[in-house]
């Protein structure tokens, strides 16, 4: 009987294969007969035991794994003194990033969406934006100066 464990690496798996092995013993014989015989109770329980042992010492100790001491190396140094907790570095970095945060959402963003708003909505005549000048015809009189804009030359023969 193959059990299979060797070759796909697997204790349930034996207990697989041995049940289909002796399904097939027994459908193959004249005499069928109904329940696990002696033998087959005693593999079963044998190999649930080694499946319950193996993931039994599957489990770590407290004490393992068990790794040799490795100076490390410039850039590991830097890394573990710069992300130590409580360190000067890191206290001031936490606060200008949390001072850029609270610049840019609560004052930048609000007076850009204040700023466009007023711009682009509400000012009639917005920061040096000029409203297209009205046109000037002939006989027209300048407001600022007090010129009259003189008619247009004629040229004959052209048309």
């Known amino acids: 009987m193959s059990f299979g464990r060797a070759l796909h690496g697997g204790v349930l798996h034996g207990v ?6 002796i399904k097939k013993i027994r459908t193959s014989s004249s005499l069928i007969m109904t329940g696990y015989t002696a ?3 005693l593999r079963v329980e044998q190999i649930s035991n080694l499946r319950r042992k193996w993931l ?10 068990v790794l040799p001491k490795t100076a490390p190396g410039p850039v590991a140094k830097f890394w573990a003194g710069f992300l130590e907790p409580k360190t000067l570095w890191r206290l001031y970095t936490y606060k200008v990033y949390t001072g850029g945060v609270f610049a ?7 007076a850009w ?3 466009y708003y007023v711009k682009y909505h509400v000012a009639k005549k917005p920061y040096g934006i ?3 000048k009205p046109r000037l015809f002939p006989g027209d009189t300048i ?12 040229s004959h023969g052209h048309h």
């Not at 039994?56 to 794994?65: A, I, V």
């Not at 840019?104 to 609000?110: A, G, N, Q, S, V």
């Not at 407001?143 to 004629?154: A, N, Q, R, S």
Request: proline share 11%; net charge negative; no cysteine.
């Open 39 to 41: 033998d087959e109770k």
């Open 113 to 115: 969406v204040v700023h």
């Open 130 to 132: 000029v409203e297209l």
């Open 56 to 65: 039994k010492d599957q489990e770590l100790s407290p004490r393992e794994p």
């Open 16 to 21: 697989i294969v041995v049940r289909l092995n």
């Open 143 to 154: 407001l600022e100066t007090g010129e009259v804009v003189p008619d247009l030359p004629e």
């Open 104 to 110: 840019l959402t609560r004052l930048l963003i609000p």
